[in-house]
């Protein structure tokens, strides 16, 4: 009995000391945090990029990493390695440095790049609190507010920090991490510097640090991102906006022919009637169970955005981001509210976005979207109409496409998926969140081409976390996890194979 009751206390004791040991290494992680949020990282401005690859340079090198800026067209990526043994596997990081721009105006601090740290209150307002309650016992709920905070500094910081309790021999892979500097301008250089550089980024395993955790908070796993491309639809009418009493009923009205043509693309639950525009796609009993198993509340979805029923183009949220979409993501004809007129209008406009899987080809897509049109009896253009091209057919669009971002996924039962998810469960003793793939775009997927390699997300941060708008923030709970988190990835052995 006695052992019993000591081995009780020995395992609380221990508890307790990797509690205090966390506990510790966050504090220091929130103090490079800070550090880094003061550095501005807008990626259009190469001296603020500069100085971040200077300052991360140096923090990789202080862990034992050698570091090397890769050149690309534009702002230089880093590039930090640090090769274990050549017996085993390779994992490549990627992160990003760079964030977007801020509009101090709209931000509750004097400045987006000066950190401060909050807490809610009683209200659930967030006040802020001095930075050197850091010194004392740490609330996981506090939160650290700053441009890039949560996208994409914080993992970071959390994957050098992961490294500095361990020692070699607990690593079981080698580590390359590769920080690029215009994520927030489509990486449009990535791919390139990639295929410069195949055998410094070589690597059998690809994670992508970057997005936040399941609404939830639980560990999660993403295994791809829908690609997007746009295109801008224009349909005509008279030359100039004319006199409503004098031509209403007589000149086409284009704001109604836009209408009626947009809404001839969907069913009235919001499903593309396209033909052929779903072609492709099977989810089998399998796939469905892992989308079901996604614990999204539907009454939390509704709540949050404030309708009564979503659209049916799956059965659940899940589901529907396994299909591209056809999204009206701006329309423009004419005037409204003060500055209405009583004209008929010259022109109206839709920009709209096709979300991609990777069943869907962009151009195969557009291809529908513009039969489909054409099929009304529209002469599509790629510029305005002539005054010849106007009398001599009835109805004239332009539809001018933007190019696209491709989507990627990877199988749940890859090799790189089984060792993340028994890392995952490993460490934090339950499953994670699996999910198939998620709703917005990474451009990733030349990227992941180009190197080859399979390639999972492994978001870090929480949901709620404001990226790109003001008033981005980071729970502090949320770094602790990311530790834990690069730590089990980083401790358990990956079979390649």
């Given at each position: 009995?006695r052992?019993?009751i000591?081995?009780i206390v020995c395992f609380?004791i221990?508890?307790?000391l990797?509690?205090?040991?966390?506990?510790?290494?966050t504090?220091k992680?929130?103090v490079?945090?800070?550090?880094?949020l003061s550095?501005?990282n807008?990626g259009?401005?190469?001296?603020?990029?500069?100085?971040?690859?200077d300052y991360l340079?140096k923090?990789f090198?202080?862990r034992?990493f050698?570091?090397?800026?890769?050149?690309?067209?534009?702002?230089?990526?880093?590039?930090?390695?640090?090769?274990i043994?050549?017996?085993?596997?390779?994992v490549l990081?990627?992160m990003?440095?760079?964030?977007q721009p801020v509009?101090?105006?709209?931000w509750?601090?004097?400045?987006?790049?000066?950190?401060?740290?909050k807490r809610q209150n009683?209200?659930?307002?967030?006040e802020?609190?001095?930075w050197?309650?850091?010194a004392?016992?740490?609330?996981?709920d506090?939160?650290?507010?700053?441009?890039s905070?949560?996208?994409d500094?914080?993992p970071i910081v959390?994957?050098l920090h992961?490294?500095?309790?361990?020692?070699k021999?607990?690593?079981?892979?080698?580590i390359k991490?590769?920080l690029?500097?215009?994520e927030?301008m489509g990486?449009?250089?990535?791919?390139?510097?990639?295929?410069?550089?195949l055998?410094v980024?070589?690597a059998?395993?690809?994670i992508?640090?970057?997005?936040p955790v399941?609404?939830?908070g639980?560990p999660?796993l993403?295994?791809?991102?829908?690609?997007?491309?746009t295109?801008?639809?224009s349909?005509?009418?008279?030359?100039?906006?004319?006199?409503?009493g004098?031509?209403g009923?007589?000149?086409?009205?284009?704001?109604?022919r836009?209408?009626?043509?947009?809404?001839?693309?969907?069913?009235e639950?919001?499903?593309?009637?396209?033909?052929?525009?779903?072609?492709?796609?099977?989810l089998d009993?399998?796939?469905?169970a892992?989308?079901?198993?996604?614990?999204?509340?539907?009454?939390?979805?509704?709540?949050?955005?404030?309708?009564?029923?979503?659209?049916?183009?799956?059965?659940n949220y899940q589901e529907?981001?396994q299909?591209?979409s056809?999204?009206?993501?701006?329309?423009?004809?004419?005037w409204?509210?003060?500055q209405?007129?009583t004209?008929?209008?010259d022109?109206?406009?839709a920009?709209i976005?096709?979300r991609?899987?990777?069943?869907?080809?962009p151009?195969r897509l557009?291809?529908l979207?513009?039969n489909?049109?054409?099929s009304?009896?529209?002469?599509?253009?790629?510029?305005e109409p002539?005054?010849?091209?106007r009398l001599?057919?009835?109805?004239?669009?332009?539809?001018?496409?933007?190019g696209a971002?491709l989507?990627?996924r990877?199988?749940?039962?890859?090799?790189?998926?089984?060792?993340?998810k028994?890392?995952?469960?490993?460490?934090?003793?339950?499953?994670p969140?699996?999910?198939?793939?998620m709703?917005?775009?990474?451009?990733?997927?030349?990227?992941?081409?180009a190197?080859?390699v399979?390639?999972?997300i492994?978001?870090m941060?929480?949901?709620?976390?404001?990226?790109?708008?003001?008033?981005?923030n980071?729970?502090?709970?949320y770094?602790t996890?990311a530790m834990?988190?690069?730590r089990?990835?980083l401790?358990?052995p990956f079979d390649k194979?």
């Open positions: 009995m052992l019993y000591l081995a609380f221990n508890v307790s990797q509690g205090q040991e966390l506990e510790k290494e504090r992680a929130v490079e945090l800070r550090e880094l550095i501005p807008n259009l401005n190469a001296k603020d990029i500069q100085n971040n690859i340079s923090a090198a202080k034992g050698k570091t090397q800026e890769i050149e690309t067209l534009s702002n230089p990526l880093l590039f930090a390695e640090w090769i043994s050549d017996d085993k596997p390779t990081f990627y990003h440095l760079d964030g509009d101090k105006s709209k509750d601090q004097a400045d987006p790049y000066t950190a401060v740290l009683d209200n659930e307002e967030w802020t609190i001095n050197t309650n850091i004392g016992e740490i609330n996981p506090w939160r650290i507010f700053g441009r905070a949560s996208d500094k914080m959390a994957l992961s490294i500095d309790n361990l020692n021999g607990q690593i079981k892979c080698n991490v590769i690029d500097s215009e927030e990486s449009v250089n990535l791919a390139a510097a990639v295929k410069n550089n055998d980024l070589s059998d395993a690809l992508i640090n970057d997005g399941h609404i939830s639980e999660t993403v295994f791809g991102c829908r690609g997007i491309t295109f801008h639809l349909v005509y009418g008279p030359v100039k906006p004319q006199h409503s004098h031509y009923n007589y000149a086409p009205n284009p704001a109604f836009l209408a009626q043509l947009l809404a001839s693309m969907k069913d639950d919001g499903r593309v009637i396209i033909d052929g525009y779903y072609d492709g796609i099977d009993d399998n796939t469905k892992i989308l079901a198993a996604v614990p999204d509340s539907p009454d939390n979805i509704h709540n949050l955005l404030q309708i009564n029923q979503p659209e049916l183009v799956g059965t529907s981001l299909y591209p056809l999204n009206i993501r701006g329309l423009k004809s004419a409204v509210g003060a209405a007129r004209i008929v209008p022109i109206a406009t920009a976005d096709i991609l899987v990777p069943e869907s080809d151009d557009i291809a979207v513009r489909h049109i054409e009304k009896g529209y002469l599509i253009l790629d510029r002539t005054k010849e091209e001599n057919n009835p109805r004239i669009a332009t539809m001018i496409a933007r971002s989507p990627f990877t199988d749940l039962d890859a090799p790189i998926s089984n060792w993340l028994g890392a995952i469960k490993s460490n934090f003793k339950k499953d969140i699996l999910i198939r793939i709703g917005g775009t990474v451009p990733m997927a030349p990227f992941i081409k190197l080859n399979p390639a999972v492994v978001p941060v929480n949901a709620d976390n404001n990226q790109h708008s003001p008033n981005e980071v729970r502090i709970g770094i996890n834990k988190t690069f089990a990835i401790t358990t194979r």
